[in-house]
């Protein structure tokens, strides 16, 4: 049974729109004017490069895959705006809700060390998530 390969999209937010790129498969980009937008763009191109390039079908594309996004913090505080507000982020990281208001208007940058608190915190919550049953 062969492992399961890993495509990163990285999503970055530029000033008037969002852009998506495969950190590791050649010629897979995506853009919107949302995240989402940027997300599924990027997942139509792997569809097309499947579809139209046989020939040279990068090889990670070739078998089962999974799909990663890597956000940058301005682009992860926006895309999730609707569903974590910077009060419940606050409860779940123990970084102040000015400073996610700072990351997410990306008037501030956040340290390695902020930015591994968020990451961790939302590990923590799919973890806790996968194991519900209603």
Same mark, same amino acid.
């Given at each position: 049974?062969?492992?399961? !390969? =890993? &495509?990163?999209? &990285? /999503?970055?937010?530029?000033?008037?729109? #969002?852009?998506?790129?495969?950190?590791?498969?050649?010629?897979?980009?995506?853009?919107?004017? =949302?995240?989402?937008? +940027?997300?599924?763009?990027? &997942?139509?191109?792997?569809?097309?490069?499947?579809?139209? $390039?046989?020939? $040279?079908?990068?090889? &990670?594309?070739?078998?089962?895959?999974?799909?990663?996004?890597?956000?940058?913090?301005?682009?992860?505080?926006?895309? #999730?705006?609707? /569903?974590?507000? $910077?009060? +419940?982020?606050?409860?779940?990281?123990? /970084? $102040?809700?000015?400073?996610?208001?700072? #990351?997410?208007?990306?008037?501030? !940058?956040?340290?390695?060390?902020?930015?591994?608190? /968020?990451?961790? +915190?939302?590990?923590?919550?799919?973890?806790?998530?996968?194991?519900?049953?209603?």
């Amino acid at each position: 049974m062969s492992k399961k !390969k =890993t &495509i990163r999209i &990285i /999503i970055e937010r530029s000033i008037d729109s #969002y852009g998506a790129y495969a950190e590791n498969v050649d010629g897979v980009t995506g853009v919107g004017d =949302t995240a989402d937008e +940027a997300k599924k763009s990027a &997942i139509k191109c792997i569809a097309l490069v499947k579809k139209y $390039n046989k020939q $040279n079908l990068p090889a &990670i594309l070739k078998g089962d895959y999974e799909i990663v996004f890597k956000f940058d913090a301005e682009s992860f505080l926006t895309y #999730y705006k609707k /569903i974590f507000t $910077n009060a +419940a982020l606050e409860r779940m990281t123990g /970084i $102040n809700q000015k400073q996610f208001q700072h #990351y997410a208007s990306g008037l501030k !940058k956040p340290r390695p060390a902020q930015v591994k608190k /968020i990451e961790t +915190a939302m590990h923590e919550l799919g973890r806790e998530l996968m194991a519900v049953e209603l």
